[in-house]
């Protein structure tokens, strides 16, 4: 069982900064892979950014802009997205990877609200 709690949404204006934290109840060293999916109105859930194994992996629509980290003493994956735009309005999930016994386990948190606008 993982615990994950996203926190760092909010209200920003075109081309602002916001960080998002996920705090995990267990160590990201023992969790095969993180990453960050969002949510828009009307749209399916899409994977945003994903770290694991040392390597990091962004949709197109975010690369150069987002950045996925971790802390490990911190139990904590940070999503720092920059220069942000109207497009990337959407509820974003923190998502972890586990390995099961012969398959993957995924947990989710609650999703935090992400809102670009001027």
């Known amino acids: 069982q993982v615990q994950l709690v996203e926190s760092g949404g909010g209200l920003v204006q075109p081309g602002g900064s916001l960080r998002l934290s996920c705090a995990s109840s267990?160590?990201?060293?023992?969790?095969?892979?993180m990453g960050w999916y969002r949510q828009a109105p009307g749209k399916q859930r899409e994977l945003v950014a994903i770290t694991s194994g040392g390597t990091t992996e962004y949709a197109d629509s975010v690369k150069g802009r987002f950045t996925i980290s971790t802390d490990n003493a911190k139990n904590t994956v940070y999503l720092e997205m920059n220069s942000l735009e109207p497009e990337d309005t959407a509820v974003y999930y923190c998502?972890?990877?586990?390995?099961?016994?012969?398959?993957?386990?995924?947990?989710w948190g609650q999703g935090t609200q992400v809102t670009v606008s001027s």
């Open positions: 998502n972890a990877r586990i390995v099961g016994i012969g398959s993957y386990d995924y947990y």
């Open positions: 267990r160590s990201i060293f023992s969790i095969n892979a």
